[in-house]
């Protein structure tokens, strides 16, 4: 029996610390729903060594507030079975006072409109409704890529509860990003305010020893 345990055992740790793929947290907006929080977690490929990173993300201007990233590697490989969320962890620890200067309470999570499956195919096209509100959303991602990096934005549509319709756009196609080699809306979140919404991308990267990482980000909207 015991030898039956051993080899799942040693499968479920290579699988933990196979590639360098993060895992995305939702940690909530501020009361007024200006601002929002998330951070992502992982174990670096080669050294093993657990990283996380925060950011605190300005809904109506989409983009970081002053100081609002900040990122932390260990100085030690993790152990077998681990998955770096005690970096997390640490990092959030560490930065209560930034969360709190910004208002942020970790119990106040969006509501997800939308989550892509795990295995499911890519999603440049997709729609979602909110419910509460008798809306329905059509999005699209629209990426570039060419020799000097990629770049992407978002086209949304909503139709309201009297079929009114109103279109925005998220991103911006001039900034360029090295190394990246696909992106992906793996969520939709609605702020507690209903006032905006969060795009959760997830980058696909290519690493310098050939492999491909997985790093997040977001977009936020105001509607």
């Known amino acids: 029996m015991k030898k039956l345990l051993c080899a799942p055992l040693i499968l479920l740790a290579g699988l933990l610390w196979a590639g360098d793929t993060a895992v995305f947290v939702d940690l909530g907006f501020s009361q007024d729903g200006r601002t929002y929080m998330f951070g992502q977690y992982g174990v670096q490929t ?11 993300v300005d809904v109506a201007s989409n983009s970081f507030v ?11 490989a993790v152990q077998a079975g681990q998955d770096g969320s005690g970096a997390l962890y640490r990092v959030i620890a560490r930065n209560v006072p930034l969360a709190d200067r910004h208002g942020i309470s970790f119990l106040l999570q969006g509501q997800p409109l939308y989550i892509a499956l795990e295995n499911g195919s890519g999603n440049d096209s997709f ?3 909110d419910f509460e509100r008798n809306a329905s959303f059509r999005a699209s991602l629209v990426a570039s890529y060419d020799a000097s990096g990629s ?14 319709k109103r279109s925005y756009t998220a991103g911006s196609r ?25 795009f959760v991308i997830e980058m696909k990267k290519l690493n310098a020893d050939g492999s491909t990482g997985i790093r997040y980000m977001v977009e936020t909207l105001k509607l």
């Open 151 to 164: 770049s992407f934005y978002l086209n949304l549509e909503r139709t309201g509860s009297d079929g009114s």
């Open 66 to 76: 002053t100081g609002g990233r900040v990122s932390y590697v260990h100085d030690s």
């Open 46 to 56: 080669g050294s093993l060594k657990p990283w996380a990173e925060l950011a605190l």
């Open 174 to 198: 001039n900034i360029r990003r090295a190394g990246i080699t696909s992106y992906r809306v793996r969520r939709v979140i609605s702020s507690p305010r209903d006032d905006s919404l969060v």
């Open 127 to 129: 729609e979602f409704r």
